[in-house]
């Protein structure tokens, strides 16, 4: 099921690429032609007989398909002229990298303190969590980075767009070049967690307070069980399923609010470049890439996940494996 999502998505996008006014030639040439030179119509029949555009949409598919599968080469960028691997080799990993640590920082701080929201004793603490993950919701990720960024600025002096400092931007890599990014990278980390971390709160203390009150919590507790025992031997790892479950959409979320929170932090990443791809160049090769590679990520990430339930859960284990 997983590979045969991942191939009816990259037929969306290619399809979706193919749709956009004007072939890669014609964008090329008309980019060109804003530089000054001169184009003809010859110019661009040229130019589509050598991107192969002159062929049938099912075979172009097909090449297009078969080299990201067989050789991991997403071809070139229409506008920019470079290889879309070279262009996305370092920025594709580092917007993983951010998204799935704000990911991370999200249920670390989501999954224990929505269990102490459902179980407490204490109205008043779960009264201040709820108005936390509410705020958490009601806050948009940008507005959060817009204060973040006042507040530096005022306070320190600095603030804190991009993710390396101006002596980093293009050095290699090195020990001191990682430090330069762990020390800029937790503002776009925690800034896509903020809002990730609301709703996974609220999911949490939603599912607990479902299983609390059941009746095999009250047998449990009838037989002795009581306490933190109880508490993560039944209501908390049977809600932990769907938490579980919810990983890909939720990194799906924190992916796509990554371009608005990249254009505001100045970051030079995926999310970054998608934007520049679709709204200002029109780089449909370059935005398919992207997009595709976001699909597969989730999609594995959806995969890993249900292996992880069936080794949780013996009734979806059961179910897959029928019966054994």
């Known amino acids: 099921m997983a590979v045969f999502t991942l ?32 184009i003809t119509v010859e110019d661009i029949e ?25 050789d991991g080469d997403f071809g070139d960028s229409c506008i920019l002229r470079v290889s879309i691997n070279e ?6 990993y580092i917007s993983l990298a951010i998204c799935i640590t704000a990911l991370i920082f999200s249920y670390l701080i989501a ?26 919701i009601a806050l948009p990720n940008f507005l959060v ?33 990682v430090k330069d990014f762990l020390s800029r990278a937790w503002l776009p980390i925690f800034v896509l967690g903020w809002n990730a971390t609301a709703f996974a709160l609220q999911t949490v203390r939603a599912l607990i307070l479902d299983e609390h009150g059941k009746l095999y919590v009250m047998a449990a507790r009838a ?38 929170v990249a254009l505001i932090l100045i970051l030079t990443e995926a999310g970054a470049l998608l934007i520049e791809a679709l709204a200002r160049s029109n ?11 976001l699909t597969a990520t989730i999609v ?17 284990r059961k179910g897959v494996m029928g019966g054994n």
């Open 46 to 70: 040229a130019e589509k007989r050598r991107l192969g555009l002159d062929r049938p949409f099912p075979i172009r598919f097909g090449s297009w398909i078969t080299n990201i599968v067989v």
């Open 300 to 316: 594995f990430v959806n995969f890993v996940t249900d292996i992880i339930l069936a080794v949780m859960d013996p009734r979806i």
């Open 145 to 177: 980075a817009l204060c973040i960024m006042l507040f530096m600025t005022i306070y320190y002096g600095d603030t804190m767009t991009g993710l390396f400092s101006e002596k980093f931007q293009n050095a290699p890599w090195s020990v001191d070049r």
């Open 283 to 293: 780089d449909q090769q370059l935005a398919g890439a992207i997009i595709f590679l």
């Open 111 to 136: 999954i224990p303190v929505g269990i102490i929201s459902a179980t407490t004793k204490f109205r008043s603490i779960d009264t201040i969590l709820k108005f936390i993950s509410y705020l958490g």
């Open 87 to 92: 262009l996305l080799k370092e920025r594709f």
């Open 223 to 260: 037989r002795g069980l009581s306490g933190m025992s109880l508490l993560w031997r039944y209501p908390a790892k049977h809600s932990l399923g769907p938490v579980i479950n919810s990983l890909g959409f939720d990194l799906n979320r924190i992916f796509s609010a990554l371009p608005v």
């Open 7 to 38: 191939l009816i998505v990259s037929l969306i996008v290619f399809t979706l690429m193919e749709l956009v006014p004007g072939t890669c030639a014609e964008r090329y040439l008309a980019f060109k032609n804003t530089q000054g030179s001169g």
